[in-house]
């Protein structure tokens, strides 16, 4: 799955940084594209794929590479052999890898389970594996997102709440 996001504006503004999740928040580039694994894991396939995406992209809009920043965002925690044999290592935000090698530096890496447990951070948490954080998500949304949700973005989250946090009950249930 793929989701772009293009800012019109020369910066995010105040209310779009109060949605955008680390790494995301953090870029220059006007246009984030976004390659979302959640059943998957991290893996080379994921990698590539990703690149493919970035690489197409630019090239049909005929955009600069400084104007896109590509995402690998992962509902699993990556395994640490896959983040060793890569070269990611951890920025200065909790989940959010990056890497020196010459192709893949493209290419910063979000781990949803590993996010700080921030507001901004929340609507991207509520896609994580772990119950537990996608809990905290969903109250942190609830609680801090109240005034800003619109009413189809409220009932979204809403919808999403129910079937996932009913799910989690099942699978408790079922251990």
């Known amino acids: 799955d793929i989701l772009l996001l293009r800012r019109a504006t020369r910066t995010?503004?105040?209310?779009?940084?109060?949605?955008?999740a680390d790494g995301l928040r953090h870029t220059h580039a006007s246009h984030l594209l976004l390659e979302f694994k959640y059943t998957e894991s991290v893996n080379e396939d994921a990698f590539l794929q990703t690149l493919c995406y970035d690489?197409?992209?630019?090239?049909?809009?005929h955009l600069k590479a400084a104007a896109v920043q590509s995402f690998l965002v992962s509902s699993q925690t990556?395994?640490?052999?896959?983040?060793?044999?890569?070269g990611y290592v951890e920025t200065v935000h909790q989940g959010v890898y990056h890497t020196d090698d010459q192709i893949f530096g493209r290419i910063i890496l979000l781990s949803l389970n590993q996010l700080a447990d921030e507001p901004h951070n929340a609507f991207l948490k509520c896609f994580a594996s772990r119950p537990a954080e996608k809990r905290k998500a969903f109250t942190t949304l609830v609680g801090s997102w109240r005034e800003i949700l619109t009413g189809k973005l409220r009932d979204l989250i809403a919808g999403l709440q129910k079937c996932w946090l009913s799910l989690i009950g099942e699978e408790i249930m079922k251990s």
């Open 78 to 86: 990556p395994q640490a052999e896959t983040l060793t044999q890569w």
């Open 55 to 61: 690489t197409c992209y630019k090239r049909a809009k």
């Open 12 to 20: 995010w503004t105040k209310a779009q940084l109060a949605r955008l």
